[in-house]
C-alpha cells in the first residue's frame, strides 16, 4: 500500500504557533512546490477563528492542486460548517477511551461516544466528500492498556458508517518505535480499513514511530515541518521523508531539493529556529573533531550519510576549533599535508580557538594562513567550507514605516535564520549567517531598509 503524507502544520501546527493569513498562503504554495498533495487545515470556530482564515487558505490549496481536509469535532455544527468549503474532505473525532470520556467528556459511556463519531461521519459522508477520516483520539490507550479488541470493533463500525480510513492517533506519546510497530502491524492484520498514523513526540520518538507505521503499511502518515504541534509535536516532514527515502528506499513524491528552503521559510514566518539537533539544522553539517575534519576533506560520506550530502546539503563545513585537523588546513591552502609549516599554523590555530572558547572567525584564519604560510585563502573557499558567524540586527524604525514589508522582505533572504518584531528599545530583531561577501546580510539590509531605518546595532557572535 502507497502512503500518502498529510501535511497538518497549518492544523496541528497552529496549536504551537498561529500564523497571519497571507504567510499561510505563501506557505500553502510553497508545500504544494515541494511535493505535498494534501494538507490539512481547522475549520472555523466562529469567533475565534472565521470564514476569512479559512478560505483564502483553502483556494490557494486548490489552486496549487492540493486535497485539503477541513478538521473538526465529530459534531453536526463541525460537520455543517465543513460542508460549505469546496474541500477534498473533512475528519471529525473524539476519544473513547475511559480516561478521556471520564475526565474530558464529563462521564460519557463508550457507546455514546463511538455513536457521536458514527454520526458525524454518516453525516460528512451525506455531503459527498470524497475523504471522511474518523479519528479515534486517544486510540494508543486501547493497545497499551489491553483493550485492543476495542479498538477494533470501534474501527469496524466507522468503516461501516462510511469513514474513507481511520486515524488511530498515539495522542499522548505512549509508544516507542518497536510498539508503534507493533500496534499499526496487529491493527492490520485485524481489519481492513484504511489507517492513518499520527504519533505524538513526548519522547522524541514521534518520527521513528512514523517511519514504522509507514512501513507498516498505514495508508496516510501526518507531519510538520520541524515537527511543530501541541506540546513538542508530531512527525518532523524531513525526519520521516529522507529516513525512508535514504534508507528504505520509499519515496513519498517530496522533492528534497526544496526542502531546506521550504524549512527556512517557515521559521522565518513562524519565529522558529531548527534546533541544533535537527538533521537540516547548520550544525548538522559541520564537523568538528580533527579525525573526521582529516577524513571529511576527501571522504566526507565516512562521517556524514552519501544521501545527505547529495540531497541536503552539498558539502560539509568545518569548525576551526582547537580540534581541527592539519590535513584540512592543507585543503584550504592548497599545500602538501606533509609540509611542517602546515602543521604548526593548524597548532597556532588551535591554540587561539582555546583561548577563545568557541572557535576562530573567518578574519582569524585568514590572518593566521597569511602571517604563517603566505597564503591568501579564497573568500569563496572559506563560504564554501566555513561554518557562518552569526549576527544579530536590532533595528529602530521609523514608526511610520511598514513593518510587515520588512517582515515579508526577509523571509525570502537565504542568510536570515529568523526575524522577530518587538517591542521596547529596537523594533525588529534579526538573526542571520555573516558572510565575507559584500553583499552580506548587514549591507544588503542597511541598503534595502535604509528610508526606515533610525537605528541599526549589529552584534556578532564568537
Given at each position: 500500500m502507497t502512503t500518502t503524507l498529510l501535511d497538518t502544520?497549518?492544523?496541528?501546527?497552529?496549536?504551537?504557533?498561529?500564523?497571519?493569513?497571507?504567510?499561510?498562503?505563501?506557505?500553502?504554495?510553497?508545500?504544494?512546490?515541494?511535493?505535498?498533495?494534501?494538507?490539512?487545515?481547522?475549520?472555523?470556530?466562529?469567533?475565534?477563528?472565521?470564514?476569512?482564515?479559512?478560505?483564502?487558505?483553502?483556494?490557494?490549496?486548490?489552486?496549487?492542486g492540493q486535497e485539503t481536509v477541513l478538521h473538526g469535532r465529530a459534531l453536526k455544527q463541525d460537520v455543517e460548517a465543513a460542508a460549505k468549503y469546496d474541500a477534498y474532505g473533512v475528519a471529525v473525532y473524539?476519544?473513547?477511551?475511559?480516561?478521556?470520556r471520564v475526565h474530558k467528556l464529563?462521564?460519557?459511556?463508550?457507546?455514546?461516544?463511538?455513536?457521536?463519531?458514527?454520526?458525524?461521519?454518516?453525516?460528512?459522508?451525506?455531503?459527498?466528500?470524497?475523504?471522511?477520516?474518523?479519528?479515534?483520539?486517544?486510540?494508543?490507550?486501547?493497545?497499551?492498556?489491553?483493550?485492543?479488541?476495542?479498538?477494533?470493533?470501534?474501527?469496524?463500525?466507522?468503516?461501516?458508517?462510511?469513514?474513507?480510513?481511520?486515524?488511530?492517533?498515539?495522542?499522548?506519546?505512549l509508544l516507542s518505535p518497536r510498539t508503534s510497530s507493533q500496534f499499526i502491524r496487529s491493527l492490520r492484520q485485524s481489519t481492513s480499513t484504511?489507517?492513518?498514523?499520527?504519533?505524538?513526540?513526548?519522547y522524541g520518538m514521534a518520527s521513528p514511530n512514523t517511519v514504522e507505521a509507514i512501513l507498516e503499511g498505514v495508508a496516510e502518515a501526518h507531519v510538520t515541518l520541524m515537527g511543530v504541534g501541541d506540546r513538542n509535536g508530531i512527525a518532523d516532514l524531513y525526519e520521516v521523508v529522507a529516513t525512508l527515502e535514504d534508507i528504505h528506499n520509499i519515496h513519498l513524491g517530496v522533492d528534497r531539493s526544496k526542502v531546506r528552503s521550504l524549512y527556512s521559510f517557515f521559521g522565518k514566518i513562524a519565529g522558529l529556529r531548527l534546533p541544533w539537533r535537527h538533521p537540516l539544522s547548520d550544525e548538522a553539517k559541520t564537523l568538528r573533531a580533527?579525525?573526521?575534519?582529516?577524513?571529511?576533506?576527501?571522504?566526507?560520506?565516512?562521517?556524514?550519510?552519501?544521501?545527505?550530502?547529495?540531497?541536503?546539503?552539498?558539502?560539509?563545513?568545518?569548525?576551526?576549533?582547537?580540534?581541527?585537523?592539519?590535513r584540512l588546513v592543507a585543503m584550504l591552502t592548497g599545500l602538501d599535508p606533509g609540509d611542517?609549516?602546515?602543521?604548526?599554523?593548524?597548532?597556532?590555530?588551535?591554540?587561539?580557538?582555546?583561548?577563545?572558547?568557541?572557535?576562530?572567525?573567518?578574519?582569524?584564519?585568514?590572518?593566521?594562513?597569511?602571517?604563517?604560510?603566505?597564503?591568501?585563502?579564497?573568500?569563496?573557499?572559506v563560504e564554501r567550507y566555513m561554518k557562518?558567524?552569526?549576527?544579530?540586527?536590532?533595528?529602530?524604525?521609523?514608526?511610520?514605516?511598514?513593518?510587515?514589508?520588512?517582515?515579508?522582505e526577509l523571509a525570502a533572504w537565504d542568510d536570515v535564520e529568523n526575524v522577530d518584531e518587538v517591542?521596547?528599545?529596537?523594533?525588529?530583531?534579526?538573526?542571520?549567517?555573516?558572510?565575507?561577501?559584500?553583499?552580506?546580510?548587514?549591507?544588503?539590509?542597511?541598503?534595502?531598509?535604509?528610508?526606515?531605518?533610525e537605528d541599526l546595532k549589529v552584534l556578532v557572535a564568537d
Open positions: 502544520t497549518l492544523r496541528e501546527g497552529e496549536l504551537f504557533r498561529v500564523l497571519k493569513t497571507g504567510a499561510k498562503v505563501e506557505l500553502v504554495r510553497r508545500l504544494a512546490d515541494a511535493g505535498l498533495k494534501r494538507i490539512e487545515l481547522t475549520v472555523d470556530y466562529p469567533p475565534r477563528t472565521t470564514r476569512e482564515d479559512v478560505e483564502p487558505v483553502l483556494k490557494a490549496a486548490k489552486d496549487c473524539i476519544s473513547p477511551t475511559k480516561l478521556h464529563h462521564g460519557m459511556s463508550l457507546e455514546e461516544a463511538v455513536e457521536r463519531l458514527v454520526e458525524a461521519v454518516s453525516l460528512a459522508g451525506s455531503y459527498g466528500f470524497r475523504y471522511v477520516r474518523a479519528t479515534v483520539e486517544d486510540a494508543s490507550r486501547f493497545f497499551v492498556d489491553g483493550e485492543f479488541q476495542t479498538l477494533v470493533s470501534v474501527i469496524e463500525k466507522l468503516a461501516e458508517a462510511g469513514a474513507s480510513l481511520v486515524s488511530v492517533p498515539d495522542t499522548a506519546g484504511p489507517l492513518a498514523a499520527h504519533f505524538h513526540n513526548d580533527g579525525v573526521h575534519q582529516a577524513m571529511a576533506v576527501e571522504k566526507p560520506e565516512g562521517y556524514m550519510p552519501k544521501k545527505k550530502l547529495e540531497l541536503d546539503f552539498g558539502n560539509p563545513v568545518f569548525h576551526i576549533g582547537v580540534y581541527t585537523s592539519h611542517p609549516r602546515v602543521r604548526a599554523a593548524t597548532e597556532t590555530l588551535a591554540q587561539r580557538a582555546r583561548e577563545r572558547k568557541n572557535g576562530l572567525r573567518y578574519s582569524d584564519l585568514r590572518d593566521v594562513l597569511k602571517s604563517m604560510l603566505d597564503v591568501d585563502v579564497s573568500p569563496d573557499v557562518h558567524e552569526r549576527v544579530y540586527l536590532l533595528a529602530k524604525l521609523n514608526p511610520q514605516y511598514d513593518v510587515e514589508k520588512i517582515l515579508r517591542y521596547g528599545d529596537v523594533d525588529v530583531v534579526v538573526v542571520g549567517r555573516l558572510t565575507s561577501s559584500r553583499d552580506n546580510i548587514v549591507e544588503r539590509f542597511r541598503t534595502f531598509f535604509a528610508e526606515g531605518i
